[in-house]
Nanobody, 127 residues
Framework: QLQLVESGGGLVQPGGSLRLSCAASGFTLDYYAKVWFRQAPGKEREGVSCISSSGGSTNYADSVKGRFTISRDNAKNTMYLQMNSLKPADTAVYYC????????????????????WGQGTQVTVSS
């Protein structure tokens, strides 16, 4: 079964950290361009960060730049989003997605027609 499964969400206080995971099964994630999106209640989906196939380049939304880090572990067929200095504004459901493509200038705010989506993991930042 071809799927992405997110984990790692939860409740954290402002200033805290979380690491989200996006595990792929049935396909090799490193061959895919990958993205983290998030969607807060009543708001549009926002691209947070992306990483190219083979991990050669990464990109971030301005709202998370300097606080979030995207990475991948090929041996585990998993992508991560390390989130530090979390703010209440980061509260959202976070989704990972992937597309089998080599995309120059990959940007998190663009939807390239991602083929695979995870089910989402809730991140709540609150005191």
């Amino acid at each position: 079964q071809l799927q992405l499964v997110e984990s790692g969400g939860g409740l954290v206080q402002p200033g805290g950290s979380l690491r989200l995971s996006c595990a792929a099964s049935g396909f090799t994630l490193d061959y895919y361009a990958k993205v983290w999106f998030r969607q807060a209640p009543g708001k549009e989906r926002e691209g947070v960060s992306c990483i190219s196939s083979s991990g050669g380049s990464t990109n971030y939304a301005d709202s998370v730049k300097g606080r979030f880090t995207i990475s991948r572990d090929n041996a585990k067929n998993t992508m991560y989003l390390q989130m530090n200095s979390l703010k209440p504004a980061d509260t959202a459901v976070y989704y990972c997605a992937a597309i089998f493509a080599k995309i120059d200038g990959l940007r998190p705010d663009q939807n390239y027609g991602y083929e695979y989506w995870g089910q989402g993991t809730q991140v709540t930042v609150s005191s």
